[in-house]
């Protein structure tokens, strides 16, 4: 099984430390001079020291990767500025806390990405309970994250029964028109909120996407 890997920026003297300790033995650790390589390597966690961070300096460093601990001197508190897993720790930096702070953020970002569905082009999100695009999203029941799920989990059309089965519990035998109304208000919200009026198709063997 590969180490998780954890890249440092800016601070050679932590590689150093954290390479000796026990502790953290179970990852990959290197070292990285140049703080733009940020943006090109893919990492399991990276840790960037920044002297002074200011507005600018964060949204310039969360569009580079996640998760990612910022390790700063100056005392600059968490906003909406920063990404769901990037975390600020202030100096003096105990390697304790340090670990920890690590093991929580990657068991954060590791549930996350088992709850994102990408759909063809869509990003379903189970957690949050919504449907992305494009830097815009919208809400969904939990009827509709089970729904999409489907198609997800199909590389054939999705019969009507077989969603009756799954998301109702209905059985075959049930007549009822909750799919197809299920299918044209979600067809319409897709449409209102992304402008897509061909979210959902059906042919003779049922719906797919």
Same mark, same amino acid.
């Given at each position: 099984?590969?180490?998780?890997?954890?890249?440092?920026?800016?601070?050679?003297?932590?590689?150093?430390?954290?390479?000796?300790l026990?502790?953290?033995?179970?990852?990959?650790?290197?070292?990285?001079k140049d703080l733009n390589l940020l943006k090109k390597i893919k990492n399991n966690l990276a840790i960037v020291f920044v002297n002074n961070l200011k507005e600018k300096d964060s949204l310039e460093i969360t569009k580079s990767i996640f998760p990612l601990i910022i390790v700063t001197k100056?005392?600059?508190? =968490?906003n909406n500025l920063l990404g769901s897993f990037v975390e600020i720790i202030n100096?003096?930096?105990?390697?304790?806390? *340090?670990? +920890? $702070?690590i093991v929580s953020l990657l068991s954060k970002y590791e549930f996350n990405k088992r709850s994102l569905i990408n759909l063809n082009g869509?990003?379903?999100?189970?957690?949050?309970?919504k449907i992305k695009k494009n830097n815009l999203y919208l809400e969904l029941t939990e009827k509709e994250i089970n729904f999409l799920t489907l198609f997800s989990k199909s590389s054939?059309?999705?019969?009507?029964?077989?969603?009756?089965? =799954?998301?109702?519990n209905y059985s075959k035998e049930t007549d009822t028109h909750t799919?197809?109304?299920?299918?044209?208000? *979600?067809? +319409? $919200?897709?449409?209102?909120k992304f402008g897509d009026n061909n979210f959902i198709k059906n042919s003779d063997k049922g719906y797919y996407i």
């Open positions: 099984m590969n180490k998780l890997t954890i890249s440092i920026f800016g601070k050679e003297i932590l590689f150093e430390v954290l390479k000796k026990k502790l953290f033995s179970k990852y990959d650790i290197k070292y990285y100056s005392q600059f508190k =968490k100096t003096p930096l105990n390697v304790l806390d *340090l670990e +920890k $702070k869509y990003i379903i999100d189970k957690n949050e309970k054939k059309p999705v019969t009507r029964n077989f969603i009756l089965e =799954k998301v109702w799919v197809e109304t299920h299918i044209h208000r *979600l067809r +319409k $919200k897709i449409q209102d």
